[in-house]
Structure formats: structure tokens, C-alpha cells
């Protein structure tokens, strides 16, 4: 193709003598072997990090608010035992199966 848009065949030898050619080819053979050792760049776009930073943020907060949930949970179960103890309710008593609620609904037995 190119040597029918020249008119001329041009060899190897000849590519080499030419300092810019050659300074352009082993510039390709040095980042291909970079590539082909390190493999592609990962690109981060800023978006990306970003979102990432808010979804961290947000999961923060998340954690917080459970932490808390959790704490006021386990404030009311210490108070909901202190006050079955001191009303006389057994360990036995609050152990107990909770009685069946009746939905109105006929049995088929």
C-alpha cells in the first residue's frame, strides 16, 4: 500500500538509518513491553472516587445509627428485667411460650 502511494519499497536497513523512525519504533516496543508487564492503567475518574467517598460516608452514618439502636435496645431490656425482677416475675414466667392469638379463623380439624 505504501510503496504503491511512494512509489518506493523501503527495507529494514533502510527504516533504521533514519533517526526519527527508529527513535519511534523503539518508543512503541518500550510501552508495549511496559503494557504487556504491568498490564492496562486502571482509570479512576474522579466521579468515581467521589461516589465512593459519599457510599463510605453514608455507610458511616448507617453504623452510627444502628450502634444506637442497639444501645437504647439494651438499655430497655435491662430495665424491662430490673422491673420483672422486683415485681416477682420468675425467670420461668418470662421464659414462657407466648399464648397462640386467635384470628377468628375456623379449624378444619
Not at 80 to 109: C, F, K, S, V
Request: hydrophobic fraction near 35%; proline fraction near 3%.
Amino acid at each position: 500500500m505504501a510503496e504503491e502511494a511512494i512509489g518506493n519499497r523501503w527495507t529494514r536497513q533502510a527504516l533504521c538509518s533514519h533517526e526519527e523512525l527508529n527513535a519511534a519504533y523503539e518508543t512503541a516496543v518500550q510501552r508495549y513491553t511496559t503494557y504487556r508487564l504491568r498490564g492496562p492503567k486502571k482509570k479512576v475518574h474522579a466521579d468515581e472516587t467521589e461516589v465512593l467517598r459519599q457510599r463510605s460516608a453514608r455507610l458511616a452514618a448507617e453504623i452510627d445509627a444502628l450502634k444506637e439502636t442497639l444501645r437504647k435496645s439494651d438499655d430497655r431490656l435491662v430495665r424491662y428485667l430490673g422491673n420483672a425482677i422486683r415485681h416477682g416475675i420468675t425467670q420461668e414466667m418470662l421464659e414462657a411460650p407466648l399464648i397462640p392469638i386467635d384470628r377468628g379463623r375456623t379449624t378444619t380439624d
